[in-house]
């Protein structure tokens, strides 16, 4: 099988090696209780449960009206304890839900529903009714990105399963463990998008489950709708640009969405989860992901309700020696440091990892010297230098003329500066500054027009 990649991009240690090979495990919290934060993808919810009510596992808990978003649902039976602002990923609080598990098993999920002879809008609720986002990372509500404005018409489904983070390896495993799942969901959101071609698209170091994805197609009859591309291993593969250019040799304009190309792109959890959501009517209450890194006793693949606090699972799940550095929600090119490991897990959580300080950065920035390796490196081909010293000398404009608002954050090129300058934060400001002015813009504009 040919392999296929992409201009620019870099191989850092890959440190898969820990959990590849280990099944997924079911975890629960030692306290048995969960705190799940009312929103987790899409407008802000409001609860619709209060202190004191009995709930039962998939039950909806909070929801908003608003069609750019998904409701949340309770994943353990029990008693609401409290609703309150809690810490979670990004090192903010949020409302939260608290809920103490009561060991009934006590279910509401909704009845199966054939997605093949149901209407595509029926389709679309249920998805919506599931409380289903982007697992693999940005928590966009799947229902809206699987119907795409009038006049985009959406011909090829990629399903990305790069998974180029270095020590995440919950979607390799979920291939290989549910397999039958993926090959459905992705055969469910063609159906729903007419799209004629479904593509998996793999790195190349997960060459050895090409026969499994194969035979589970075939056996599923879709043969001749659903293909597998193998591309090179390379960071960042994973991104919307880069596995769109590699696996179908399409590029996504400046600005512009891959529904502007003819494509969608699904994470394998998220085609998983609408899979269950269909033929097991199970709103997305649990989460897969990896933890990982040299300071954890035990490395695993595990799957919790959502909710469950990532220091609830120490030390019954797994440890921790001497010398931790730095907590990484999800990869170490893209992931967040957390401040302690007492946030919950959501639904766009893929992995934790405890490192140590050879295993991150902590060295101090040093004067640019101009030596160009980022501009080499970076696979949407910006001049990463250039928008660093506009940002510093206030110059927003010249940055959004090298390119600021197509750089996806993949950090390739603070991965690969001498000068350890912090690249990708400066540029998440930068981002954040030119969001405010536009925003600035836009409220001058309905003042004028009054």
């Known amino acids: 099988m040919n392999t296929h990649t992409f201009k620019g991009g870099i191989h850092p240690p890959e440190h898969k090696g820990m959990t590849e090979n280990l099944p997924i495990e079911r975890a629960f919290p030692s306290t048995k209780t969960v705190s799940i934060p009312l929103t987790q993808g899409g407008a802000p919810n409001l609860p619709l449960v209060s202190v004191g009510d009995t709930v039962a596992r998939g039950q909806k808990i909070a929801e908003s009206d608003a069609h750019m978003s998904v409701p949340v649902h309770a994943s353990v039976s029990g008693v609401v304890k409290k609703i309150e602002n809690r810490l979670v990923p990004g090192n903010f609080d949020c409302p939260c839900i608290v809920i103490a598990c009561d060991d009934s098993g006590t279910t509401d999920f909704m009845p199966p529903l054939d997605p093949f002879s149901c209407s595509k809008e029926q389709a679309l609720e249920r998805i919506r009714e599931a409380g289903i986002v982007g697992m693999g990372g940005a928590a966009f509500p799947t229902h809206v990105k699987l119907n795409p404005p009038a006049g985009k018409k959406i011909d090829c489904i990629l399903i990305n399963a790069a998974e180029c983070e270095p020590y995440l390896t919950i979607d390799l495993r979920t291939m290989i463990e549910d397999t039958d799942k993926v090959i459905d969901g992705t055969a469910i959101i063609m159906h ?97 992901l990896t933890i990982s890194g040299s300071i954890c006793t035990k490395p695993a693949n595990i799957i919790v309700p959502i909710g469950t606090l990532v220091g609830d699972l120490i030390p ?31 639904k766009n959580t893929n992995g934790i990892l405890f490192l140590t300080e050879k295993e991150t950065c902590l060295s101090e920035e040093t004067p640019c010297i101009n030596c160009g390796r980022c501009v080499q490196v970076c696979s949407c081909r910006l001049v990463p230098v250039m928008m660093s010293k506009a940002l510093q000398a206030g110059n927003l404009e010249e940055a959004k003329r090298y390119g600021l608002p197509d750089c996806i954050e993949c950090g390739t090129c603070a991965w690969i500066c001498p000068a350890r300058i912090k690249l990708v934060q400066r540029f998440r400001v930068g981002k954040q500054l030119l969001r405010a002015e536009k925003e600035k813009q836009a409220a001058k504009s309905t003042q004028g027009g009054k």
Not at 208 to 214: D, G, K, N, Q, Y
Not at 321 to 339: A, D, E, T, V
Request: charged content about 20%.
């Open 192 to 288: 729903i998008t007419q799209a004629q071609t479904g593509i998996i698209v793999l790195e190349s170091n997960k060459a050895s489950i090409v026969p499994i994805l194969e035979t589970a197609i075939e056996k599923a009859g879709y043969s001749e709708k659903i293909g597998i591309s193998l591309c090179k291993t390379k960071y960042p593969q994973g991104s919307e640009k880069n596995i769109v250019k590699a696996a179908v040799g399409r590029e996504i304009p400046t600005g512009g969405l891959p529904c502007d190309i003819g494509c969608i792109i699904h994470n394998v959890g998220t085609v998983k989860s609408i899979s269950e959501a269909f033929r097991e009517g199970k709103p997305l209450i649990d989460r897969g």
């Open 316 to 346: 019954e799940q797994f440890d921790l020696k001497p010398g931790l550095k730095k907590i990484i929600l999800g990869g170490p090119m893209m992931g967040f440091s957390m401040q302690s490991a007492d946030f919950p897990i959501q």
